[in-house]
């Protein structure tokens, strides 16, 4: 992914029905990289329901990225990948959402990024422009800072993340063993807004972003 913008992509809020979609994309990561401490790859109909209860919720956006021209090359190949909820969007070429950090109350002024692109739309300004929504719609809820845990090793990754205004603050080692190796997890930090005195509650996504109201 690098730094770029793309007139023909649209970013939109993410539905159930892209689903199987999201599942293509992330399967690959699932099954050959440690970006991703999974190691099953999600069913569709479990994705599909995470999104429901996401827009639900309404406390953390979750974008899906269509470009028109850009073909999607990391299918998958067990059954469920051809399985939908609803019908899926085969133009989605990545996507990216926001997520509580802890579970603690003094933690919900924090937030973890994660975001994924398909292996074929990469290095094309789709990662930035999903970023960039996500984190400027999060800081406008009032989030104060954006965190991303990143398996190792993850050059890329980590390059784009510090191409975003990320810095990175600390390491666990050797957190997770995945494909026949130990692997270390790196977290990154951006500041969203100054913590400075008791914030106001963080609002939610409908209120600041007005295609999750439709």
Known sequence: MTDGSRDDIRLRPATPADAASIRRIYAPYVRESPATFRTEVPAVESLATKIRERRA??????????????ESGNGGNDADDSTTSGGSDPTVVGYAYGSRLRERPA???AVETSIYVDGDAQRSGIGTALYDRLLETLRRQGYCAAYAALGMPNPESEAFHERRGFDRVGRFPAAGYKLGDWHDVVWYHRR???SDGEPDEPRPVSDVDGAYRN
Do not use: I
Not at 62 to 67: C, F, G
């Open 57 to 70: 919720a309404d406390a953390y956006p979750w974008y899906v990225a269509v470009a028109d021209d850009v």
């Open 107 to 109: 933690y919900r002024w």
């Open 192 to 194: 969203l807004r100054e």
